[in-house]
């Protein structure tokens, strides 16, 4: 019959309890009885399922002493499965109160004793496999590993049983006094132990990482291979040490050191790390790890600063020579640089000697420049792909830098602007208007286009055209346009200025008048003689014809009428 079973005769009997209230006193005396026997009935059910699992785990445990290898574990996990059936029903007996007492009494301190000695047992092969695994080879490690994991997994299970078995004793009031702090006194040792086997590996993971970091390549692969188990060695541990934590806090032990030890090495935070001991147990720790480690490390961080300091310093004194340097030489007349090539020397030279200086003293602290550089080249590449319009910007300012087709303060017509060439870069140029405009041209447009330079030559000649009547002397306009331009004090007397008879029009006679001039008084020239030319030619009585068309009629003598034929 089973133990659903059980319930449903007691459900029942319990029923008919309540029903027989309203029979007279006999009735109700016969179902009570009836009810006591059927309750006896399914207690000695239970002992007997109790009895026949505890039977069947003491014949597991003979066997298993006479097996080795693989079938020896399989005997351990059918012991562990049957002792777990055995547990449940003895909790359910507890709890239910239908089983003795001293028959329950009899079955916990059995539980006692066979938690003890798997105890000895999993503690005495987690330290073999711990031993084996120190000189196991590579290909034995992970096999080795995972009977490990398993062994501390069965480990914690035992003290949690252990700890159980102290409460259902507590409860069954047949809790010796020794008893609980027998266990207060077990759980704290293995906490303790824990604990330290924790730190022991955090300094293994500390010692392998640096190792790691100076080993040739050949011996990277053992490195990596022995970290990979310490780590995982280590979350094993951190796992047990939660077992621990969690039965410390039921028996009352404190706990507030292991909570700080298992914080900082999983980073988890939980519930338990707002309670006040937790937290200051955390920043006292932390506080003597920054003092000691200020202390011990503090003159070395410190002269190494100095260095750091005192080589940026020399750094940028070298930068500001190397830039003074370079200035004399770029803005010798043999080289004839531009003033865009000229600064971007002198900026390249100061930035160079700069970054060089930066590099040396972030070596002289410890910084390894090898992944910095390979990360710059990987960086170029990337922004070499990402910005080609702006490299082609680039390349195109180069190219100006060479052929110098402008320089600044030049008037130019380029990239379909015009203007004054206020400043250059090697990305762009900016052109001022006359309007007071600025315009920022890309030098890739300027370079792929036409560019006009109109004052890059010292002299340029003003080139003009004056209409005079068909009426007026040639002589007499040639010598008055002559004594304008000559009288001039911005003209120049060579190259010779230009005055002639260009163009026959229709309704004028054109002169060229073609001055040289200084290329910064052109346009004061330009004006200067055109006004000058309206007053003379008005002075002298030369007309500025304009436009103009004569229109000529003839007209037809109506008089003269045609002759009519006569009639015949």
């Not at 399914?42 to 298993?64: N, P």
């Not at 000229?342 to 070596?363: C, N, P, R, T, Y």
């Not at 060229?512 to 030319?533: A, G, Q, S």
């Amino acid at each position: 019959m089973s133990l659903r079973m059980h319930w449903s005769l007691i459900s029942v009997a319990f029923f008919a309890f309540i029903i027989a209230f309203s029979y007279p006193v006999f009735a109700n005396t016969e179902s009570m009885q009836a009810t006591s026997e059927d309750q006896n009935a399914a207690s000695e059910k239970i002992e007997d399922r109790i009895l026949a699992i505890h039977q069947e785990l003491t014949k597991l445990v003979s066997m298993q002493n006479q097996v080795d290898g693989e079938d020896k574990l399989a005997m351990q996990l059918q012991m562990f499965q049957k002792n777990e059936q055995l547990r449940a029903l003895i909790a359910s007996s507890i709890n239910r109160d239908d089983v003795a007492k001293p028959f329950l009494i009899k079955q916990v301190k059995q539980q006692q004793v066979y938690a003890n000695e798997a105890i000895q047992y999993l503690i005495k092969r987690s330290s073999s496999l711990s031993q084996k695994l120190n000189d196991a080879k590579n290909e034995e490690v992970f096999g080795l590993l995972a009977e490990y994991e398993e062994s501390r997994k069965y480990l914690d299970s035992m003290y949690e049983e252990l700890s159980q078995n102290v409460a259902w004793l507590k409860e069954l009031n047949a809790l010796a006094p020794h008893e609980e702090d027998n266990l207060k006194q077990e759980v704290s040792q293995r906490s303790e132990q824990l604990a330290a086997n924790i730190e022991y590996l955090r300094q293994q993971l500390n010692a392998e990482d640096a190792q790691l970091k100076v080993a040739p390549e050949a011996e990277k692969a053992n490195l990596q291979l022995s970290k990979l188990v310490t780590q995982r060695r280590m979350s094993i541990t951190t796992d047990s040490l939660k077992v621990m934590i969690d039965l410390s806090d039921a028996e009352g032990i404190p706990t507030a050191e292991y909570k700080r030890l298992y914080f900082e090495v999983t980073g988890s935070v939980t519930q338990d790390l707002l309670s006040g001991d937790v937290l200051l147990s955390i920043v006292k720790t932390w506080s003597s790890k920054f003092w000691g480690w200020l202390l011990e490390n503090a003159p070395q961080h410190i002269f190494q600063l100095l260095v750091f300091l005192i080589i940026l310093f020399i750094a940028r004194f070298i930068a500001n020579i190397a830039r003074k340097v370079v200035k004399r030489a770029v803005a010798s007349k043999n080289l004839n640089f531009s003033l865009l090539m000229q600064e971007f020397f002198i900026s390249m030279s100061g930035k160079g000697v700069w970054f060089i200086g930066i590099l040396i003293a972030l070596s002289q602290v410890g910084l390894n420049l090898t992944p910095i550089l390979t990360g710059f080249g990987i960086a170029g590449v990337i922004i070499g792909f990402a910005l080609q319009d702006t490299l082609s910007n680039f390349a195109a300012g180069m190219m100006l830098l060479i052929y110098r087709p402008f320089d600044v303060g030049d008037y130019v017509a380029a990239g379909g602007v015009e203007g004054k060439v206020s400043h250059m870069s090697l990305v762009n140029t900016t052109i001022k208007t006359f309007d007071n405009q600025i315009i920022i041209v890309p030098n890739s447009k300027i370079w792929g286009d036409v560019i006009k330079n109109v004052t890059h030559e010292r002299v340029r000649r003003v080139d003009m055209v004056f209409g005079v009547s068909y009426s007026d002397s040639i002589p007499h306009v040639e010598d008055v346009l002559n004594d304008i331009v000559t009288n001039h004090p911005a003209v120049l007397r060579a190259p010779e200025p230009m005055i002639k008879v260009h163009v026959l029009n229709n309704s004028s006679v054109d002169f060229i008048v073609r001055p040289w001039v200084k290329t910064d008084d052109y346009w004061d020239v330009y004006w200067d003689v055109t006004r000058e030319v309206k007053i003379r030619f008005d002075k002298e009585g030369i007309s500025i014809p304009f436009p103009q068309q004569d229109v000529h009629l003839h007209m037809q003598n109506d008089h003269a009428l045609p002759s009519q034929p006569k009639d015949g």
